[in-house]
């Protein structure tokens, strides 16, 4: 059985003998935890502007056992997730929802050891969005550390991808046009996808990219005002990029 090992969060000090004699034992640092204390669009549009975090393994795995770690820092305990959502993706831009789970908060000392989370039951996934519901009573919302078990690779990352530089959205905001600018190099046809920030697919497109520089114009002069995400995708990659259609009323 192999392990991946999420880590945000580093050993120091006497909390770091308990992590080397106790393997489940966890620091009180808070110094490299995953935080986040404002809203922001979800790579699940469904799931709108939130608190969450993604984990991209580089290929796809059969994954079983995770075992979860809360903020563990003295007066901060109450930042950990209490309930969460789970999407997993091959792709990074098709999710589907695994479920909800729920964590106890911290007890802040060198001694906490974490708890059992969900096992996925050999679930084929890349990607594994965690998406914060509610936590134990704090302004911001975090998470220190997350294993989990792993039966085998599915499909590995191929050394032959396409490389697509990231998507640049000029300008945003707009209120009639905007133009999606990126850099391949090769041709390829791929699909261009505007969704809004409730995950509606508002345009599809099929265009032909060549080698170089692409520049693809899209009217938004019929949008309501708001944030859209404009994502390009081939079987080979999956690159997104929101931003926002603004007029005066």
């Not at 209120?175 to 996808?193: N, T």
Request: hydrophobic share 35%; with cysteine.
């Amino acid at each position: 059985m192999k392990y991946i090992l999420i880590s945000l969060c580093l050993l120091f000090g006497i909390s770091q003998t308990h992590g080397q004699c106790y393997k489940d034992r966890h620091n009180t640092s808070s110094s490299e935890a995953w935080t986040s204390c404002v809203p922001n669009l979800n790579p699940n549009n469904s799931r709108g502007l939130s608190h969450w975090i993604m984990y991209d393994f580089g290929q796809v795995y059969r994954l079983g056992q995770s075992h979860f770690w809360n903020v563990n820092a003295p007066g901060k305990t109450g930042s950990g997730i209490k309930t969460a959502i789970i999407d997993y993706s091959i792709d990074g831009i098709n999710w589907e929802e695994w479920g909800t789970f729920s964590l106890e908060e911290a007890d802040a000392s060198g001694f906490y050891e974490g708890e059992d989370g969900p096992d996925f039951e050999d679930l084929e996934a890349r990607y594994i969005l965690i998406t914060s519901i509610d936590n134990h009573g704090h302004l911001c919302t975090g998470l220190s550390e997350i294993r989990i078990e792993t039966s085998g690779v599915v499909t590995s990352v191929s050394d032959e991808e396409i490389v697509l530089d990231d998507i640049n959205i000029f300008p945003n905001p707009s209120s009639d046009l905007v133009y999606v600018q990126f850099k391949l190099d090769k041709g390829i046809s791929a699909e261009l996808r505007i969704t809004d920030i409730n995950g509606k697919i508002v345009l599809t497109k099929d265009v032909f990219m060549s080698a170089g520089t692409n520049q693809i114009p899209v009217d938004v002069s019929q949008y309501p005002s708001g944030q859209y995400v404009a994502g390009i995708v081939n079987e080979s990659f999956v690159r997104n990029k929101a931003f926002t259609v603004f007029r005066d009323k």
